[in-house]
């Protein structure tokens, strides 16, 4: 049972070297006592690896500070900045060493970032993390450079002749970069995605070694010093959250810290704090139950005061909770050595809203989000730009953020298949998915797109989802929704999304069977109608799948689609998901469980709007309560039922708000 979220400070260089600088450091934490369980220690704050004489003089240093911050009873550790290295800044004053660098497939390398294969390079690792070892910290971070992609100025890696000889051994073949350049990108779509596939793992298991490298170093000083990692969506790079943490658990199988995190620097655009929450939840969702420390990135890099609101700070913090964290690690002051009063306000706000983080983590714990699920195995980065050039395809997770506008409207989201009521198939991505597992979607309930119903008819799997497609037109769209009865009181009203403005492909549809049902119809401009645009059907494996052909994950946020979406993901999901928001409001919830299954919900206002009220239904009509984030609790009221959910009503929800709601 935890019962207290686990929030983290990260201390730059120029704090904890400074003398004048720590003790202000030192006396702000005792201040902040209530707000802080734990410190980390930067060793740099530029992004190459370092020089190991370096290294050693600030682990001297740190040796003789650790022991004042854990006289306050802080846990008191080390984040290495630059394991690899991230990307190429203060090269004259970072590691140059004559070793392998990461170079892609074209044979470009990138000066501030190493290669994970090289030998002397591995020497160096190890010898860097027995130094932080000896320091005496009670755990050890290991950074996000962990990676083969975003290696600036290389951007997927790493294809050097070890890497190159190493692959070749695991596969028979491809031993030339060349090669491997045309197997890639080969033009038989399964040998393509089979190789890439194979890659992915390649680059998973190369970065498991070099974290069991790390751990084989550490256990020679201290066998039971705690390792932690730090992730982002590397899709590319396997994203093997559950194998790489064991690498760090090691052979004795020792607790690991876990930092997910994703690129969330300023408030201009508010809303990216729940693609951040929703990234870090994919991340999350692999982890064995059994991994409790789980803080989220807060990320405040550059570190300039005013490019995030106080309001938006605290905001972070909930969503990422809801997520799947069970803590937070604040990153708010670093390039610069300067008095850092302006900062004050952020540790005062956290220690004030601490009781609605233990809260939120006492219960939710590590349960499951339920909702609608985008489908992300580890080797899912193979189906990238299928059929295309796969080193020009987007990466870091930004193939799943499709997603964000449906929970923008108040739908929860899964990030694994235990939590899955509605499964999603964009596009290219459901190509990752085997025919089996395709077949267990499409006997439950699917959300498709236009891509992926073409990919189903190309696999033979057409006839489970009552449509074909009939055709494209990609300018002077709009959808008019049918008298359908998942459209409820809004059949006619139209949905102008302008392609001309913001180009998508539009997918008429062609009904297979008398039993598929039509929701829309797309016309032009002059009304002239070009038939079915969206549609659902029920298949003989017992599935309810529905296609939308018409802008499907943009544009949802008029009053009646909003509607007919979440309409239609409650017909999929058979009145099976645990939890929805029923109003017309921009608002985002993650549906969790407490230990003994009763519901647990986050729920954030999105908008700079206040909700007075937010209407919220909760499968089965439980007896509620809603804590706010001033730790205030009340009963929440059931005002009425609809069908299967009871109907209640948080009376007011602020501007960016988060709210708790318990069984």
């Not at 084989?216 to 790489?244: C, F, H, K, R």
């Amino acid at each position: 049972m935890l019962t207290r979220a686990y929030i983290s400070y990260r201390i730059s260089p120029l704090l904890w070297r400074d003398p004048v600088r720590r003790a202000e450091v030192l006396a702000m934490l005792a201040t902040h006592r209530d707000a802080i369980d734990e410190v980390a220690f930067f060793t740099g704050y530029s992004h190459p690896p370092s020089p190991l004489a370096k290294l050693r003089e600030q682990a001297d240093i740190l040796r003789d500070i650790i022991p004042a911050f854990k006289a306050l009873g802080l846990r008191t550790g080390i984040n290495h900045l630059a394991t690899i290295g991230h990307l190429n800044e203060n090269l004259e004053h970072s590691l140059n060493e004559p070793w392998t660098r990461m170079t892609d497939i074209d044979g470009h390398t990138a000066a501030g970032c190493y290669c994970p294969s090289d030998p002397a390079f591995r020497a160096y690792v190890a010898e860097v993390y027995i130094k932080m070892a000896e320091t005496g910290p009670d755990f050890i971070w290991v950074d996000d450079d962990v990676r083969v992609q975003g290696n600036g100025p290389v951007a997927k890696a790493c294809f050097c002749d070890r890497c190159l000889a190493r692959f070749a051994a695991e596969t028979g073949q491809y031993r030339m970069r060349e090669t491997l350049h045309t197997a890639l990108n080969g033009p038989e779509l399964p040998a393509q995605l089979a190789v890439r596939a194979r890659w992915v793992a390649h680059n998973r298991g190369k970065l498991a070694d070099l974290l069991t490298l790390i751990r084989t170093a550490v256990d020679t000083v201290n066998p039971t010093l705690q390792l932690g990692l730090m992730t982002g969506e590397i899709d590319y790079s396997g994203n093997g959250y559950d194998v790489w943490a064991t690498a760090l658990a090691g052979p004795n199988g020792l607790p690991v810290k876990m930092r997910p995190g994703g690129g969330f620097y300023t408030d201009d655009s508010p809303c990216g704090l729940i693609g951040k929450a929703h990234s870090i939840g994919r991340q999350v969702a692999p982890l064995p139950a059994t991994l409790t420390e789980i803080q989220s990135e807060h990320e405040n890099f550059p570190y300039q005061r005013l490019k995030k609101s106080v309001t938006i700070f605290l905001a972070e913090i909930a969503a990422y909770l809801g997520a799947g964290c069970t803590g937070t690690a604040l990153n708010v002051m670093g390039i610069s050595g300067d008095p850092f009063d302006e900062y004050i306000p952020l540790f005062d706000a956290v220690q004030a809203h601490r009781p609605f983080f233990d809260a939120t983590v006492a219960a939710c714990g590590r349960s499951t989000p339920e909702g609608l699920w985008s489908p992300n195995p580890p080797d899912a980065y193979a189906a990238a730009n299928a059929g295309g050039d796969w080193f020009t395809a987007p990466g870091w997770g930004t193939v799943h953020n499709f997603v964000q506008e449906l929970s923008e409207i108040g739908l929860p989201l899964a990030y694994g298949p235990a939590g899955a009521r509605v499964t999603l198939l964009a596009g290219d991505g459901m190509l990752a998915l085997s025919r089996e597992e395709l077949l267990a979607a499409l006997a439950g309930g699917v959300l498709l797109d236009g891509p992926a119903l073409q990919h189903l008819h190309t696999l033979g799997l057409g006839e489970h989802t009552g449509f074909a497609i009939a055709g494209e037109r990609r300018v002077d769209t709009q959808e008019v929704l049918t008298a359908d009865a998942l459209n409820g009181r809004f059949a006619g009203w139209m949905r102008d999304c302008r392609p001309s403005f913001w180009p998508v492909a539009s997918y008429m549809l062609k009904p297979l069977s008398g039993s598929a049902r039509p929701l829309s119809t797309l016309i032009d401009f002059a009304g002239v109608a070009y038939g079915p645009v969206s549609g659902v059907f029920e298949n003989t494996l017992g599935g309810r799948v529905a296609t939308f052909g018409y802008y499907p994950w943009t544009a949802l946020q008029s009053l009646a689609k909003s509607s007919q979406v979440r309409a239609v993901c409650r017909w999929l999901s058979r009145d099976t998901l645990s939890a929805y928001l029923p109003g017309f409001h921009k608002a985002a919830l993650w549906a969790r469980r407490d230990a003994t299954g009763n519901p647990a919900l986050l729920v954030l206002n999105a908008s700079i709007d206040a909700a007075a009220p937010l209407p919220l239904a909760v499968l089965g009509a439980p007896a509620l309560r809603v804590t706010h984030m001033d730790g205030s609790t009340a009963p929440l009221p059931q005002t009425g039922t609809d069908g299967a959910y009871g109907l209640y009503a948080i009376d007011h929800l602020g501007p960016w708000q988060a709210a708790l709601v318990t069984g």
